[in-house]
Every structure is written in structure tokens, then in C-alpha cells.
């Protein structure tokens, strides 16, 4: 089914504002989501309003409480997120990067204490809007086996990635992980087999059952005991002799930026005790090293001859982004879409709360 993207936003401010959070930061939270929906990456939509509303009856995320800037120098600064939404304390730590790199040409944020923070493009795009290019990465639960391992212990550890382009920017957004553990969980609510080599069991074996593949991931994301083993696959598959080692590298990478570099839980350990996630946020002026304009021509001339490339019959060459910009179009003019499951609880959701759930198209 779809709703109309801003029936979406007024549902999620008004519920947000319900929810104990500010109106200013109820309105970011809710483009954060939109957002994802627009742009087809509906693993970070309005699925994750249940889950976030759970963490916050748990008192994992408080919304009361503001995320404040430890210290900081001309080119770094370090966030607490103080236990509120990742979103809230990403935007505040991308600004003090904007702000940094407009100055000195560069600008490096860690958070600490933090907690999902929705997609990690949308802060790569804060600094492209800015006309910097713009980094953002997060790590996770625990989601990912590491390569012949057979319980999961790294997290699926976003990588986003934006560099000024015509028509639209260069805009790498993804998993570290074969897929993000959210298409897990939108495959399960619409009962859709899954169709590639995503999830393994404790053997790493296959899982094609969406639901089989759920209940591992739950399991080793939010079990503080014993785990059923398996989990996602890293980058590369299920094989080491495709190079699945290479994936596991790129969330290593991601762990030691977040969690290590902000002294708080690497993934394995977010099960238990604070469990906070922790971001790092990059950006740079790409004028330091030639004419804005000139660099921005030059990467869409080498993008279109990526696109331009012999390629099979009936397929389509896509760069990073292309996929995304067209469904933000489609979705502005058509609605967002909503799997039934999705719209099940956030009708609950607004029955409980007292708030006017979107109408469907």
C-alpha cells in the first residue's frame, strides 16, 4: 500500500511529540524516516517506529535528554548523544563538522552514548548540501559472522559516502554487511524467501525462511545468554574463496572508527549493559584541491561512462544514488509504500497514542 510522504511526516512528528521528544527534534526524526521511504530504503522508514518506541518504554532511548559536545578543536569534536536518538546527536555532530571544514577545510566527529541513527546518507548528503563531500558511518548490534565463523559478532556497520555529481550526487549508502539487517526484518513482515546468500545458520548454512532468518538475527542482536549462532553474511558471501574476508575487513574498519575511537561498545558487546551505538562523521571542502564546479563536471563525465558501458541485455548499469533519486521522484509524485505488517503497528501505535494514522492511496 502507499500514503502520501506528508500525511507520513505530520503522523510521525504528532506521535514523536507524544512520545516526550521536542517538536524540533520531532520533526527531524520524522524527515529522517521519511526520507528513507522516499528513497525506497524502507528498511529505515516508518518499519523501525515499533522498534524505537519499545527502546524508548525501555528507557534506551530517553528522549528528555539532549545531546551536548564534549570538546572540541578547530577540525574535531566529540558528541554524547546522552542516551537520546542517534539522529539527533548525528545532525548536531555533521553541523559541527560543516561548521569545522568550511573553516579549515576539514571536519572529523565522533558520538558516543548514541543509538540507531536512521540511514547513513542522509548526514553524508547534510555536508553535500553544504557543498563539501561528506562521510558518515555507525556501527551496530551484533548481526554479522565474521568469515568461517558461525556466531555473529560484528555489527552490519553502515558506510555512506557523498561526492558533488549532475543530475543528482554520487551517493554510496550500504551495509557493511551483505545487506542491512533491516531488509531482513521487511522481508519477514511481507513473508518474501529471501534471494541471495544474506543469512546463515549456526552450521552457515543458507537461510532462505524469512522468518527463520529473523529469529537468528533477533536472537543475536538482543540476546545477553546463549546464541543460536549464525547471523548475516559480510560482503562477499557465504565462501571465503570469494573473498567474504575483504567484507569483514570494511566493518572492522567501521568498528574501530565508532565504537573503539569513541571508547564505547564495539557490536558484540551492545547486548548487554549501556547498549549504545557510537558514529563517526567525516567532511571536507573539495575546493582545496581545484575549481568546485570543474571537480563536480569531472565526476559526472567518469559517472556517465559508468553508465554508458556495454552491459548485459535488459539490465541496467547503475551507479551509487541513481536507484535512490529516482524513487525520491516517484515516491514525491506516487506515496510512499508501507508493507501491511508495518501499517498494522502503526495504526496500534496511533490507536494508543491518540494520533491519525496516514490514509492509504
Sequence with gaps: MRVKAEDERKYLETVFDKLGFSKQDGQLLADTLVDADLRGISSHGIQRLAWY???IKDGTI??????KVVKELPAAVFVDANQNMGQLAAHLAMDKVI???KKVGVGIAVVRNSNHFGIAGYYARQALAA???GIALTNTRPLVVPTNATQAFLGSNAFAFGFP????????????AAVAGGKIQVADKKGQELPGEWVVDKDRKVVKDPKEAEDILATAAFSEGEQKGGGLVTLGGNKEVNANYKGMGNSIVVELLTGILAQGSI????????????QFLFAFDPAFFGDPETLKQDATAMLNRIRGLDHVPGKTTWVPGDREY??????KQNGVSIDD?????????????GVTVPAQI
Design 53 to 55: 518506541r519499545r527502546m
Design 62 to 67: 530517553v528522549p528528555t535528554k539532549q545531546p
Design 99 to 101: 561548521e569545522k571544514a
Design 131 to 133: 557543498g563539501l563531500v
Design 165 to 176: 555529481a549532475s543530475p543528482h550526487p554520487f551517493m554510496f549508502d550500504g551495509a557493511t
Design 267 to 278: 557490536s558484540a558487546d551492545t547486548v548487554r549493559g549501556k547498549h549504545d551505538f557510537s
Design 326 to 331: 529516482r524513487y525520491l521522484e516517484e515516491n
Design 341 to 353: 505488517k508495518t501499517y498494522e503497528e502503526i495504526t496500534t501505535i496511533g490507536q494508543e497514542l
